[in-house]
């Protein structure tokens, strides 16, 4: 794993990086992992990790190609049986490791070792030549679209050493959400720099460090001076986006200012889905990309509570298909009029389900909707039909925003994202896309920044910025 921004600290001092590694470590157990895995790490950092009390921080170690012979020799006779496992895979272990690891392992334990990559296949092999994996992913996309492997497409976008121009062909076929998570995904998940702006234990000089070293959370982190980025702004985007910090600075303040509602929809089959809607405006559009990369599912979210709950959309759907259920199955039935009223209401929902016609409602009709519909379909509905209603809580990062962030945090955070767009993920996805049209509708968004959005390349875009701009007084 790798860190722009540790590694630009490295390149400019050493016992700043140490410092800032080891105050890093402290913040928990995630953020020692993720520094465990840095393929730069000093020898005494490397010597402190070894001893640290989760298994799992010394096993993410153990796997670091870039761990030392020193330390190594340590974790290969480690007290936890798959610490001293991933340290005699790794390729640097010499001999006398694997000597030491089996002095102090059982026979099946010893075996395991020594059978290294068996059972990993080509495509999910980071070792497989890069010419192999194009090849393979060029044989899936000279295939018809409803005879490629799902399986191996996103095995092959997983795959860190597929050229990057075959990575490209992957994103324009790409039309599953496993494709889409395991393109998006590629190379390392969230920087372990970040972890300092997700901790309310991060010390201040630690914070103003990583920003000064233009490090994108700074530019939504109140009271800190956010330098331009010199790095990847596709980089810096999927790092905001991963994790959850652009969408807690900017989802969270649009429910709270009452310009979107938040919808948790919960779906055991496609993931869950969180997802900002506001009126006769689709941020996102249902079932692609953006929907399942930045509102899929996620246990970090502690800014929401939210209760079971459906909506007037799932009840029309569970309609819909109880209309169809009904007309094949019980075409013949005799109705009473209590029955007869709901198959009607049904009938209506299928209707405008279907697009056959857009339905509106008299007061009378919105009476038997709420009174007959809605109690028959809460009968009806498993755990995968039901919505969820979201309350915005307090935060446990008030730091981290978009509102109080500066005219100058705002214009660069605009600028990164827009500037993202050359990556053929990022662009053809539409992911740049849904964030510039959240900071449009942002009541903090200076004015000077809405006028940019309105020349934006994007189309949906400009045309939320149209809206906000023909809404505001005098304009």
């Not at 700043?16 to 950092?45: M, R």
């Not at 900071?439 to 809206?467: C, F, G, K, N």
Request: aromatic share 8%; with cysteine.
């Amino acid at each position: 794993m790798s860190d722009p921004i540790l590694r630009r600290i490295a390149d400019h001092d050493a016992e700043e990086l140490e410092a800032c590694l080891h105050a890093i470590v402290e913040l928990g157990d995630e953020a020692a992992g993720g520094i465990a895995a840095l393929d730069f790490l000093p020898e005494a950092v490397m010597r402190a990790l070894a001893g640290h009390a989760s298994s799992d921080v010394r096993n993410a170690l153990a796997r670091n190609r870039a761990c030392s012979s020193e330390v190594l020799s340590r974790l290969a006779v480690d007290p936890d049986e798959w610490v001293r496992y991933s340290a005699v895979r790794n390729a640097n272990a010499s001999e006398q490791d694997r000597v030491a690891f089996a002095l102090v392992s059982s026979p099946s334990e010893v075996e395991r070792a020594n059978q290294l990559k068996q059972g990993i296949p080509p495509e999910s092999d980071p070792a497989t030549l890069p010419e192999v994996l194009r090849n393979m992913a060029e044989g899936e996309l000279s295939k018809e679209a409803s005879h490629r492997d799902l399986h191996l497409r996103s095995a092959l976008g997983a795959n860190p050493a597929l050229p990057e121009d075959v990575v490209d062909q992957l994103v324009q076929v790409a039309g599953y959400r496993w494709e889409w998570r395991s393109l998006w995904g590629r190379g390392d998940w969230i920087w372990p720099s970040t972890y300092a702006f997700l901790s309310e234990k991060a010390p201040e000089w630690l914070i103003a460090l990583l920003a000064r070293h233009g490090h994108p959370a700074g530019l939504l982190h109140r009271g800190v001076t956010a330098v331009p980025s010199r790095l990847d702004p596709a980089g810096a985007l999927r790092d905001l986006i991963n994790s959850e910090l652009l969408v807690r600075a900017l989802w969270r303040e649009l429910a709270l200012a009452g310009v979107v509602d938040l919808v948790y929809w919960n779906d055991s089959s496609e993931g869950d889905q969180f997802f900002p809607r506001a009126n006769g405006l689709e941020l996102m559009d249902s079932h692609s990309a953006v929907h399942h990369i930045v509102g899929g599912y996620s246990s970090t979210r502690e800014w929401i509570s939210n209760v079971d709950s459906l909506e007037e959309y799932s009840v029309f759907r569970l309609a819909a298909g109880g209309f169809e259920d009904w007309f094949d199955d019980h075409y013949d039935e005799a109705f009473d009029d209590d029955s007869l009223g709901l198959f009607a209401l049904c009938g209506v929902a299928w209707i405008s389900e279907m697009n056959y016609a857009t339905v509106g409602w008299t007061p009378a009709g919105r009476e038997a909707l709420e009174d007959v519909l809605w109690d028959s379909m809460a009968q009806r509905a498993d755990s995968d039909d039901f919505d969820t209603e979201v309350t915005v809580v307090s935060s446990r990062l008030p730091a981290i925003g978009y509102a109080e962030t500066s005219d100058s945090q705002k214009a660069q955070l605009t600028e990164l994202i827009r500037q993202s767009r050359r990556d053929s993920r990022v662009r053809t996805w539409g992911i740049a896309d849904h964030f510039l049209m959240c900071i449009a509708l942002h009541p903090a968004t200076p004015q000077l920044i809405r006028d940019q959005l309105l020349v934006d390349s994007s189309e949906d875009v400009r045309e939320v910025a149209r809206m906000v701009m023909s809404a505001q007084p005098g304009t």
